[in-house]
C-alpha cells in the first residue's frame, strides 16, 4: 500500500516526513485543521504497526518524532471517546448486564437498509468503507493477546483461532471478504480504498488500534471487541439477505453468512470466557471494559447515520 | 483434560450460557430434530437452546431477541 493522500495541514506535513524520512521538523507541526486531517494522520501512523506503506522506511516505524505526533493525537482521541461515555453499569453480574447493555443500545442499522432497500451502488461503496477493517479482521485484538494472564490469553486465542480460519488461509475471515471482494469487481487489495474513507471509518479503525497498542487500555480492547461480537450476527444475517437480493456473488454472500454462525459463538467466548475472566481478576477495569464496548457501538452509530444521511434513507 | 488442578483454570467440554447456547469444544457430532448429522468444525461450536435459531443446529443469537421481548 501506499500512502494516502493527506487531508490538511497536519496531515500534509506529517505525510511529507513519513515520505522523505525527515522527521526531525516535527516538533513544530501545524495542528490539524478538522477532525478528519486528524484521523487519518493518526489512521496512517498505527498502519505502520500493520502492514505499513511501501513508500516509507520501515525503521519509521518508532521514529521517536512520529511517535510523538501519535501519542498527541491519541491522547486527544482518547479524551473525545471518554467524553461521549454513558453511565456504565454495576459491575454485579457481568455477562447478563453486559449483554442488556448492548441490547438496550438503539442505533440505526445499516444492514436493515441493505436488507430492504439499498442499491447495488450503495452496497458497493459501504464494502469499500468496510475494506479498511475487513482486511485486517480481528489483527487489533492480536496486539492485546501478550498483555494478558494465562487463563484470558488462552480465552482470546480460542476465539481468535477461528477468526483466523483456524490456520487456513482459505477460512481466515479476512482473506473470505478478499474472495467476495474480487467476485463483486471490486478492488481487493489492501489499503485500496483508504482515500475514501469517511471520518467515522477512520474513527472506528483508530479506536481499536489505540486500544489495541496501549496495554493500559486492554480492557478497553476486549470490551470493543465483546460488543462488536454481540452486535454482528443479527446484522449479518440481514446484509446476506440483501446481498442475495441484489445478486450478489455466493462469496460475499458467504461472508456475512459465516458471521451469523461464528458470531453467536464469539460473543459467548467474549463476553463470558474473556471479559467475564478478565474482571473476575481485574476487577478494576470494569469501566474501562465498557469504555470500548461504548465506543464500538457508539462509532458503528455515528457511521451508520452518516451513510443513511447521504442515502437520504 | 482441563484445568490440571486449578479451578479458575477449568476447560469444559460442554458450557450451557444462561439464557444463551449450548457451547460444544472440540469435535462433536450433533443430530438435529430431523435426524441430521451437522459435525462441528470450528474450536468452538455454538448449538441453538431457545429453538428460534434460523441455523439449527447452530444459535444464530436470536435467543437475545426473545430474551428482550419477554423483559
Known amino acids: 500500500m501506499l500512502m494516502p493522500e493527506s487531508r490538511g495541514s497536519l496531515s500534509e506535513a506529517v505525510f511529507r516526513a513519513m515520505r522523505t524520512g525527515e522527521t526531525s521538523g516535527l516538533a513544530e507541526a501545524p495542528p490539524s485543521d478538522t477532525a478528519e486531517d486528524a484521523q487519518v494522520t493518526l489512521w496512517a501512523l498505527y498502519e505502520q504497526h500493520y502492514r505499513g506503506f511501501e513508500d516509507v522506511a520501515g525503521e519509521l516505524e518508532w521514529d521517536p518524532q512520529l511517535i510523538g505526533v501519535r501519542r498527541g493525537l491519541e491522547q486527544e482521541f482518547e479524551r473525545t471517546l471518554r467524553d461521549r461515555m454513558p453511565e456504565v453499569p454495576e459491575p454485579d453480574g457481568f455477562a447478563e448486564k453486559f449483554f442488556d447493555f448492548v441490547a438496550d443500545h438503539d442505533g440505526p442499522s445499516l444492514a436493515a437498509h441493505v436488507h430492504r432497500k439499498a442499491t447495488e451502488d450503495q452496497v458497493h461503496e459501504l464494502l469499500r468503507h468496510r475494506t479498511i477493517y475487513h482486511l485486517k479482521e480481528a489483527d487489533h485484538t492480536t496486539w492485546v493477546i501478550p498483555r494478558l494472564s494465562d487463563r484470558v490469553k488462552a480465552a482470546v486465542m480460542e476465539l481468535q483461532f477461528d477468526e483466523y480460519g483456524g490456520g487456513d488461509p482459505n477460512l481466515l475471515h479476512a482473506h473470505l471478504f478478499v474472495r467476495g471482494l474480487q467476485d463483486s469487481g471490486l478492488n481487493p487489495e489492501y489499503g485500496a480504498y483508504i482515500n475514501e474513507a469517511p471520518l467515522e471509518v477512520l474513527e472506528e479503525n483508530n479506536a481499536m488500534s489505540l486500544f489495541g497498542l496501549n496495554r493500559r487500555l486492554r480492557a478497553a480492547s476486549l470490551g470493543f471487541l465483546a460488543a462488536f461480537e454481540a452486535t454482528s450476527s443479527a446484522p449479518s444475517r440481514l446484509m446476506a439477505q440483501g446481498l442475495k437480493r441484489l445478486g450478489f456473488p455466493e462469496s460475499m454472500i458467504e461472508y456475512y453468512t459465516e458471521h451469523v454462525e461464528a458470531d453467536a459463538v464469539h460473543e459467548q467466548l467474549a463476553v463470558r470466557t474473556i471479559c467475564g475472566a478478565l474482571l473476575e481478576e481485574e476487577p478494576e477495569l470494569h469501566d474501562d471494559v465498557y469504555f470500548g464496548a461504548f465506543s464500538a457501538l457508539d462509532l458503528a452509530d455515528r457511521y451508520a447515520e452518516r451513510m443513511l444521511t447521504r442515502w437520504a434513507a | ?71
Open chain 2, 1 to 71: 483434560m482441563s484445568g490440571a488442578g486449578d479451578p479458575s483454570l477449568d476447560h469444559p467440554d460442554v458450557v450451557l450460557c444462561p439464557g444463551g447456547p449450548m457451547l460444544l469444544r472440540g469435535d462433536h457430532v450433533v443430530e438435529d430434530e430431523d435426524g441430521n448429522e451437522h459435525r462441528t468444525w470450528r474450536p468452538v461450536s455454538a448449538v441453538c437452546r431457545c429453538g428460534a435459531s434460523a441455523v439449527k443446529p447452530w444459535c444464530d443469537g436470536t435467543h437475545k431477541v426473545l430474551r428482550k421481548r419477554t423483559t
